[in-house]
Nanobody, 125 residues
Framework: QVQLVESGGGSVQAGGSLRLSCAAS????????IAWYRQAPGKEREGVAA????????YYADSVKGRFTISRDNAKNTVYLQMNSLKYEDTAMYYC??????????????????WGQGTQVTVSS
């Protein structure tokens, strides 16, 4: 059974940094794509960043470009999301998601096969 476990969330002041981790139960290179999503209360789940296994290409939502960085450690089967210059509007539950095969745009939640339980990020202004 595939498991994705997020960690690293917390409370931080605006301008601060956090690093989220997503630990997978197996080889992360088996997945076509691993992404970070977030969902704030009353809002839809939105894609934040993604990394593809084959090309190692990375993609970001416009709202986080230049502030967030997605990376992976293959030996640890872990994907990270380094978040710098955090803003109040970054407050949300952050989820890790993985999909087995190419499913089109990385921003479509329905294309992912596995989801973690989430880790809360709260940014105070």
């Amino acid at each position: 059974q595939v498991q994705l476990v997020e960690s690293g969330g917390g409370s931080v002041q605006a301008g601060g940094s956090l690093r989220l981790s997503c630990a997978a139960s197996g080889d992360i290179l088996r997945y076509n794509c691993i992404a970070w999503y977030r969902q704030a209360p009353g809002k839809e789940r939105e894609g934040v960043a993604a990394i593809y296994s084959g090309s190692s290409s990375t993609y970001y939502a416009d709202s986080v470009k230049g502030r967030f960085t997605i990376s992976r450690d293959n030996a640890k089967n872990t994907v990270y999301l380094q978040m710098n210059s955090l803003k109040y509007e970054d407050t949300a539950m952050y989820y890790c998601a993985a999909r087995n095969e190419y499913g089109g745009s990385w921003k479509v939640p329905l294309t992912y096969d596995y989801w973690g339980q989430g880790t809360q990020v709260t940014v105070s202004s």
